[in-house]
């Protein structure tokens, strides 16, 4: 029995559930500068408007562009949320992502996928909108 307990004393702590480390991170900067709002629902701000884009992104510095991003976003809560799928065209290749864009603060999307040197790309991208302007956003790629 002793030696039953000892195991299950130094074996619990392997079998809890650590957050993954992210085996990549990247830090771009978007300035969105081509954006096109369609009004497809009631007039003004309303469920089912479509937000089309294709953004210059540079390095985390904010000097130098690293590529560039497109996609759109739906409206799905007024003055709130807008639900998101973009393409981030980097040198090495293509990230995707897809989740809601939140009207104020930060929003956290799924990487869904990728191409290149970013081939089975998974994890997560935080959106964080940059003070002052013109208006930019810091996206943290988190990669697994």
């Known amino acids: 029995m002793k030696h039953i307990l000892t195991f299950a004393a130094t074996a ?4 809890v559930a650590y957050p993954a480390l992210p085996a990549e991170r990247l830090q771009l900067v978007e300035h969105p500068v081509n954006e096109t709002t369609l009004d497809l ?3 003004g701000d309303s469920v089912g408007d479509l937000l ?3 953004n210059p992104v540079f390095d985390a510095t904010n000097k130098t562009q690293v590529g560039t991003d ?5 409206r799905v809560v007024v003055g709130k949320s807008w639900e998101c799928v973009w393409t981030m ?6 990230i995707t992502v897809e989740g809601p864009f939140s009207d104020s603060g930060d929003s956290l999307f799924v990487v869904t996928g990728g191409t290149g040197q970013y081939a089975g790309a998974k994890g997560q991208m935080k959106l964080h909108p940059r003070p002052g302007k013109p208006e930019s956003y810091d996206f943290t790629y988190d990669l697994l």
Do not use: N, R
Request: proline share 5%.
């Open 89 to 94: 065209i980097l040198k090495g290749g293509l």
């Open 70 to 74: 497109q996609g759109f976003c739906v």
């Open 41 to 43: 629902g009631a007039k």
């Open 52 to 54: 089309t884009f294709a």
């Open 12 to 15: 619990l702590p392997m079998l």
